[in-house]
């Protein structure tokens, strides 16, 4: 799900927040066409929170030590195993959904382009309208996906897991993986059964905090 600039959000460890902005971190990121949210809780406005927009926040539960505390918790052996097996289904998965992945960050970024052109300053209708004739000449969508594509192919011929969490938006993805059949649950129960972990105030709750702010920047 996307959200705009003004929605309000619940976050396990935060409770509601509102999306400030939507902003690249580093001039690598804005190359790289990686937005994030920057999100304050309503409670504390001084705390920023930084959210990658493009992949779904889902993907955090498939995050290595996240499994991990999880199948301890569950006294679920061979977790090296498992691991393995969700990194090769997560993978699959990117493969079997290359062209419908590559097509969906080929339009982002023709988006940001146009967003680009048609936001530059301008004083008069004339110079707004000058501003927009170029926009069929730079905005190249084959290009575009070539690009992506060939991005996205990388990430599986070096089975980059982590890179590929980070990449891939579809909800499909963490049931794919049969993570939560493993532990005997449907995946809507495996995503509350980690958020009852993060709200249980022990050291779970706090190993679990320290990964996700490993993930996800937050600023103080």
């Given at each position: 799900?996307?959200?705009?600039?003004?929605?309000?959000?619940?976050?396990?460890?935060?409770?509601?927040?509102?999306?400030?902005?939507?902003?690249?971190?580093?001039?690598?990121?804005?190359?790289?066409?990686?937005?994030?949210?920057?999100?304050?809780?309503?409670?504390?406005?001084?705390?920023?929170?930084?959210?990658?927009?493009?992949?779904?926040?889902?993907?955090?539960?498939?995050?290595?030590?996240?499994?991990?505390?999880?199948?301890?918790?569950?006294?679920?052996?061979?977790?090296?195993?498992?691991?393995?097996?969700?990194?090769?289904?997560?993978?699959?998965?990117?493969?079997?959904?290359?062209?419908?992945?590559?097509?969906?960050?080929?339009?982002?970024?023709?988006?940001?382009?146009?967003?680009?052109?048609?936001n530059q300053p301008t004083s008069t209708i004339e110079e707004y309208?000058?501003?927009?004739?170029?926009?069929?000449?730079?905005?190249?969508?084959?290009?575009?996906?070539?690009?992506?594509?060939?991005?996205?192919?990388?990430?599986?011929?070096?089975?980059?897991?982590?890179?590929?969490?980070?990449?891939?938006?579809?909800?499909?993805?963490?049931?794919?993986?049969?993570?939560?059949?493993?532990?005997?649950?449907?995946?809507?129960?495996?995503?509350?059964?980690?958020?009852?972990?993060?709200?249980?105030?022990?050291?779970?709750?706090?190993?679990?905090?320290?990964?996700?702010?490993?993930?996800?920047?937050?600023?103080?």
């Amino acid at each position: 799900m996307k959200y705009e600039i003004g929605d309000l959000v619940s976050k396990p460890v935060t409770g509601i927040c509102k999306i400030d902005n939507i902003l690249y971190l580093n001039p690598q990121d804005e190359k790289n066409n990686k937005l994030y949210y920057l999100m304050k809780p309503v409670e504390d406005e001084k705390e920023k929170i930084y959210v990658p927009l493009v992949a779904e926040i889902e993907n955090l539960f498939l995050i290595p030590k996240v499994i991990e505390l999880v199948a301890k918790k569950q006294n679920i052996e061979n977790v090296d195993d498992l691991l393995e097996q969700t990194k090769a289904k997560t993978i699959e998965f990117l493969q079997e959904h290359l062209e419908e992945q590559s097509l969906l960050f080929a339009k982002k970024r023709c988006q940001n382009t146009i967003n680009n052109i048609c936001n530059q300053p301008t004083s008069t209708i004339e110079e707004y309208k000058a501003s927009l004739d170029g926009v069929v000449d730079i905005v190249n969508p084959q290009e575009e996906y070539n690009k992506v594509r060939e991005e996205l192919q990388k990430i599986i011929d070096d089975k980059d897991y982590l890179a590929a969490l980070k990449v891939i938006n579809n909800k499909g993805l963490l049931p794919s993986t049969n993570l939560p059949n493993v532990f005997g649950w449907k995946k809507q129960y495996y995503i509350e059964y980690v958020i009852r972990l993060l709200e249980s105030k022990d050291s779970a709750s706090e190993e679990l905090c320290d990964i996700f702010r490993e993930y996800v920047p937050v600023e103080i």
